[in-house]
């Protein structure tokens, strides 16, 4: 399985972006780079996931270097609402077509102010 | 996103007691569903893939007689932790994927429980 690591915790200004960086240097061809965050006391939320490209939504943009050992979540705007613990996360096969996903410790974004 | 719900949100039972925990699909089928715990200041950690009509899967240290998991709809799994202890106490999360394609899962927002 594909290990992800993330720098523990990163300050950002509240309407810069954020850009929280991911090494995933073990990563296999067929394997996707998710990216969640958890806001304080709830579940997981789902932001983006991509395989090579670059990829965009309503929330950030996902930057995967062309060897695809790293990537930069962006968040464009940041808000104080931003801030929670993103999680960079390797897709794991799990028996067929399930599969499972294993979190590491993330890192905690705090917005300032 | 598609939804994911659970109850209750929040649970305080005694010592020795069972605890029923619900994770619904709203708006999709999910033939697998996953159950997480997560102490303070922790990340998640997987316990078990549950899948529709079948037994679930557990990780590696989680005592399946502890944490019953069924799975009987594809809208619907349960986590029973029984004969409850103070160490059971933590933060229960669910996820799910649709059985219909995607490939993200969508999580549930957490059941703390408190076994006092």
């Known amino acids: 399985d594909a290990k992800t690591t993330q720098p523990p915790s990163m300050d950002c200004a509240e309407g810069r972006a954020a850009n929280l960086p991911c090494n995933h240097s073990t990563i296999s061809g067929n394997e996707y780079v998710y990216w969640y965050r958890q806001i304080h006391s709830q579940g997981p939320q789902y932001i983006i996931h991509?395989?090579?490209n670059n990829e965009t939504n309503e929330m950030a943009s996902l930057i995967i270097t062309e060897d695809r050992k790293s990537s930069t979540l962006i968040l464009p705007h940041a808000t104080l609402r931003d801030t929670a613990v993103y999680y960079c996360i390797v897709r794991v096969e799990s028996g067929g077509s399930n599969y499972k996903l294993t979190f590491g410790k993330g890192t905690l974004l705090t917005v300032n102010p | 996103g598609a939804v994911v719900s659970q109850h209750p949100s929040w649970v305080i039972c005694k010592s020795g007691t069972s605890v029923k925990i619900e994770c619904r699909s709203l708006d999709f089928q999910a033939t697998t569903m996953f159950w997480y715990r997560q102490f303070p200041k922790q990340s998640l950690m997987l316990m078990a893939t549950?899948?529709?009509?079948?037994?679930?899967?557990?990780e590696q240290g989680v005592e399946k007689d502890k944490f019953l998991i069924n799975h009987a709809s594809l809208t619907l799994s349960t986590l029973t932790v029984t004969s409850a202890h103070p160490e059971d106490s933590s933060f229960y999360i669910c996820s799910a994927r649709s059985s219909g394609g995607g490939t993200e899962a969508f999580f549930g927002q957490g059941t703390r429980l408190t076994v006092v």
């Open positions: 991509g395989l090579k």
């Open positions: 549950s899948n529709e009509g079948s037994k679930a899967t557990y």
